[in-house]
């Protein structure tokens, strides 16, 4: 069964940067499309980032200019840099595959203002 492992969360001052790291556990990381997502407290959780097999991006509004997703097949590990930070992106962070398998446990980014 595939596992998903993120890493890289923390506390940070807004405009501050963290860089978010996924791994992957499965044989056939490169063919699959990533995405990071995230929940803040009391919302539903929203797709934030995705990336395809051949490194094509899409961002919600909210974070575009700020956040880059990228990729290294090599490692099976999907990042997220997150830059210029808000205290609104404040939120446990997940990464899956698309279409998605079962979610691992996240890591929480909490941005101070």
């Known amino acids: 069964q595939v596992q998903l492992v993120e890493s890289g969360g923390g506390l940070v001052q807004a405009g501050g940067s963290l860089r978010l790291a996924c791994a992957d556990s499965g044989s056939i990381f490169s063919i699959n499309a990533m995405g990071w997502y995230r929940q803040a407290p009391g919302k539903q959780r929203e797709m934030v980032a995705t990336i395809s097999s051949g490194g094509l991006t899409n961002y919600v509004d909210t974070v575009k200019g700020r956040f880059t997703i990228s990729r290294d097949n090599a490692k099976n590990t999907v990042y997220l840099q997150m830059n210029s930070l808000k205290p609104e992106d404040t939120a446990v962070y997940y990464c899956?595959?698309?279409?998605?398998?079962?979610w691992g446990q996240g890591t929480q980014v909490t941005v101070s203002s």
């Open positions: 899956n595959r698309i279409p998605k398998v079962p």
